[in-house]
Structure formats: C-alpha cells, structure tokens
C-alpha cells in the first residue's frame, strides 16, 4: 500500500536519479579511508611525487638516463608513472566496489552498475587530480612543461583508466568464487606491471628478444603511445593501439558475464563467519 510505483516513472528522471546516486558513491569512494576528502587528494598527489623522485635518483644513479630519448627526462617518467598509477588504482578501486553481498546494496536505488561506476570514476578523479598539480608545479618551479599533442596523451590516459576498469571487473567477478585467490592475483598484476608495464624503458630501444617481455602487457603500449604523443622526436614502433582495446574489449565482456552470474548466484552465508 505504501510502496512507490516505480513502472510509471518517465526514463529521464529515472536517468537522473542514478545520475545523483552514483554523483554521491563517487564522492564516498573519492574520500576512501580518510575522514577529510581534500587531505585524500594531497596524500595521492604526494605519492606520485615522491614515486617520479624515487624512479629519477634511482635511474640517474644507475646511469640509465643516457640510454633514453632526447627530451625532458622528468617528462619521460611522468609518462611512465601516469599510465601505471591510473591503471592501478583504477583496477584496485574496481576490484573492491561494493558487491551484491554489500549491505549498500540494501538500498533501493543503489546496484552494481552505481558501485562500479563510482569507483571507476573516483580513481580516475583522483589520478586526474594528481597530475594536473603535478604538473603544473613542475611547469612553475621547475621547468615549463612541451606536450606536442595533448588530447592523444589525455586520450592515452583514459585508455588506461578504461584498462584498468576491465582487469578489475574481471577480478571482481571472480572474487565471490575465489575469496583468498582473487586478492592475490590483484597484488601479483600490480607488482609484474612495475616491471613489465615498460614505465622505464623506452620502446624503440628495445631488440625483438627483449620486445617480447613487454609486447603482450597492453599498458606497455599504452605508455608507448603516451610517450609518442607528449616528444616531438619520437614516433612509437612497437606499439599499437588496437591491441590495447582488443585486449581491454574482452576482458570488460569477460568482467561483466562474470559479475552478472555472481550477481545472481553469490549468497551473503557465503561469507558468514
């Protein structure tokens, strides 16, 4: 009797409303563990500051900087740091968005749609957040800051993001099944990308042998592809873009057939201690 008639609600407002929820779940999941959403956002910005120092003393003391292109070489990590932490994060964020199990879910207008989304979107405004006062604090203090083409390097940079949210509904997906494995796997993605995501290395450097360490990881082709649109003088060989989004289109159909099934079959006396 006291129930809202949901069937006769026009599309539009129905449109809006899970405009203004998910506008509030990604506001929930920006501020993550921190009680001060703005103090959230200094400790990322300060985290990839000190990840480009740590990466800029180590190659220059390892005298690698010799071995790269001609070109701002702050830029050249930035690049590399950009493509693996928005990956990253994005992945972590959309491996641990609520699922069916959650107790938000017990709420009328929130579903995994929302909760995916939010946490898609509050990585992606914090790594976006974090690199434009990165940036800009370079260009001020340091050095002004050439991009030969900026919507291709952006573009690069949401290419990693969408990357990132099809690894993570693929692990999101198995997590109700494989509970102690699915985190595990997360953690070995993260670390084999330090190495294999090619942030260190420039692709046109490489020799066919050593190519192949790195060719199969669509965010080395990313980065390369990145690395090609922010330095005039290089143009990428051994990259392409297709595979980047042949390989992410088939993992975000994987994802969401795995997390629909979950959906429907996972039981909260699953995970009852």
């Given amino acids: 009797m006291f129930t809202v008639d949901r069937t ?33 956002l200094i400790m990322n910005v300060v985290y990839v ?58 709420h009328a207008p929130m579903n995994s749609f929302v909760a995916i989304a939010s946490a898609a979107l509050s990585a992606l405004y914090i790594q976006m957040f974090s690199v434009i006062v990165v940036l800009f604090v370079y260009h001020v203090g340091f050095k002004p800051v050439e991009i030969a083409d900026p919507p291709f390097a952006l573009f690069m940079v949401l290419t990693a993001w969408i990357f990132g949210i099809s690894v993570g509904l693929v692990l999101m997906a198995l997590r109700p099944w494989m509970p102690k494995l699915a985190p595990i796997l997360m953690l070995i993605i993260g670390r084999v990308n330090i190495f294999a995501s090619g942030k260190m290395i420039l692709g046109n450097s490489l020799s066919f042998a050593k190519l192949k360490l790195f060719d199969w990881n669509p965010l080395f082709h990313i980065i390369d592809q990145m690395r090609g649109a922010i330095f005039l003088n290089y143009t990428p060989r051994n990259s392409e873009v297709s595979y980047i989004y042949e390989v992410t289109f088939a993992l975000i159909v994987i994802g969401m057939m795995g997390e629909f099934f979950s959906r429907k079959h996972v039981s909260r006396s699953w995970f009852a201690h």
């Avoid at 449109?15 to 703005?38: F, I, K, P, Q, W």
Wanted: aromatic fraction near 12%; charged fraction near 15%.
């Fill in 8 to 40: 006769k609600r026009n599309r539009l407002i129905v449109a809006l409303e899970m405009c203004d929820v998910t506008y509030h779940a990604t506001v929930r999941s920006a501020r993550g563990h921190y009680s001060n959403a703005l103090f959230g």
């Fill in 49 to 106: 500051a000190i990840f480009i120092l740590a990466l800029y003393v180590t190659m220059s003391i390892m005298g690698w900087r010799s071995n790269m292109l001609h070109g701002d070489f702050v830029l050249f990590l930035m690049s590399g740091v950009m493509g693996y932490m928005t990956f990253n994060k994005t992945m972590r964020a959309v491996y641990g968005a609520e699922g069916p199990t959650s107790a938000m879910m017990m």
